[in-house]
């Protein structure tokens, strides 16, 4: 199960769990189409520290 199948599955239980999907490279989807499947944050891999620790805050602070 990828990512983006997980995600629409963990909302049904739980709506507000904030979800960080990174990815290396998708064909099927992309940050736009992660928001509207209610994916909090869409980083590309690689990932540096800044990034991941940005996008953990910024989940968390919301």
């Known amino acids: 199960m990828t990512g983006v199948e997980l995600a629409p599955k963990l909302l049904e239980i ?3 769990i904030p979800i960080i999907l990174c990815t290396g490279f998708s ?3 992309d940050a736009n189409k992660a928001k509207a499947l ?6 590309m891999k ?3 520290k800044d990034q991941i620790a940005g996008a953990i805050r910024k989940v968390l602070d919301e």
């Open 14 to 16: 739980r709506p507000d």
């Open 27 to 29: 064909e099927i989807t």
């Open 38 to 43: 209610g994916i909090s944050e869409f980083l």
């Open 46 to 48: 690689p990932i540096v």
